[in-house]
């Protein structure tokens, strides 16, 4: 077999990023069928597996204990990244105060409940005249407090919004035109995100390959929503998963199962057999890359 031929056999990928919710995680909450299994196979044969995930640091440790994973995880949507083990922090950001006070005035105003969250606490604000918890605060044992900013210890990393779609539009709408440097990302259909300027699963995934010495362009990612698009805009290979929204498969390069049919083992498999030769193929097929005849090749067509 010759260097050409080996480099064309390769596996065509380094480091693959994996959301959690939705993708790896099933309606439940757990990890879906064959998920461990899966990430188990894909360690074992040399791929980097990471969690990219919008949750803050808490609430991801079980499952990477879970999973077994000792590579650094992204976590609070792209504004904390760190390694599981030893806590090593690689990045670390979070809001100015005014910033967060906003964010505060405006989820009030519109009678939105506030779910504040840094690597170290997470605390819940109720809108109100609401009875409503909220799923997530239920699920985690949040702490419920009457005022989030003045019971916050220290600045967050993600300030969540919850409330109905009309009131998530609006609050949108107004943080576009009084914080505009903010990232924005909804998470569900009744909960929108706000993180720190430049933070986003693309950015914190740059960082994370960088950091590791591995080329984005041999990086797949698996995701759901529309938070992971900024994910699917920097990876060589882009997976959504079949529980995604139509725009979010749109965006992809392959589409797998849902996260309750196997959907994430589905598409860790594909990213391991992959090889470099199909990645080409594939990007040709695409229009994403075309062969250039070399200088002392002179064409015959046409003549």
């Known amino acids: 077999m010759t260097d050409v031929d080996r480099a064309a056999t390769a596996r065509a990928f380094d480091l693959v990023a994996l959301d959690l919710d939705g993708t790896l995680l099933d309606k439940s909450g757990e990890l879906a069928e064959g998920v461990q299994d899966a990430v188990q196979a894909a360690s074992e044969q040399g791929l980097v597996v990471s969690i990219v995930s919008g949750r803050g640091r808490l609430p991801l440790l079980s499952y990477l204990s879970e999973l077994g994973l000792t590579t650094p995880y992204v976590a609070s949507g792209g504004a904390y990244i760190a390694y599981p083990a030893n806590g090593h922090v690689i990045r670390r950001m979070e809001f100015a105060w005014e910033e967060v006070v906003a964010l505060a005035d405006l989820g009030r105003a519109m009678r939105a409940s506030l779910f504040f969250e840094s690597p170290e606490w997470m605390m819940f604000e109720r809108a109100a005249g609401s009875t409503d918890w909220s799923t997530g605060a239920r699920r985690f044992k949040l702490p419920v407090v009457d005022d989030v900013v003045r019971s916050a210890p220290s600045s967050p990393s993600k300030v969540s919004i919850v409330g109905e779609s009309e009131v998530l539009a609006r ?5 576009r035109q009084q914080l505009p440097a903010l990232t924005r990302a909804y998470t569900s259909a009744r909960c929108i995100d706000f993180y720190p300027a430049g933070a986003n699963k693309g950015s914190g995934l ?16 698996v995701g759901d929503y529309y938070n992971d698009l900024s994910m699917f805009e920097v990876a ?3 997976v959504a998963m079949g529980n995604a929204p139509a725009d979010v498969q749109a965006a992809a390069d392959l589409v797998a199962p ?9 598409a860790l498999q594909q990213v391991l057999q992959m090889t470099a030769a199909e990645l080409l193929e594939e990007a040709c097929a695409r229009g994403l890359w075309a062969p250039v005849a070399a200088p002392n ?5 046409g003549e």
């Open 171 to 175: 609050i949108e709408r107004l943080a």
């Open 206 to 221: 740059t960082l994370l390959a960088e950091h590791l010495g591995l080329e984005l362009r041999r990086t797949a990612v």
């Open 236 to 238: 060589g290979l882009a």
């Open 258 to 266: 849902s996260h309750d049919q196997g959907g994430a083992a589905w």
């Open 297 to 301: 090749q002179t064409s015959q067509q």
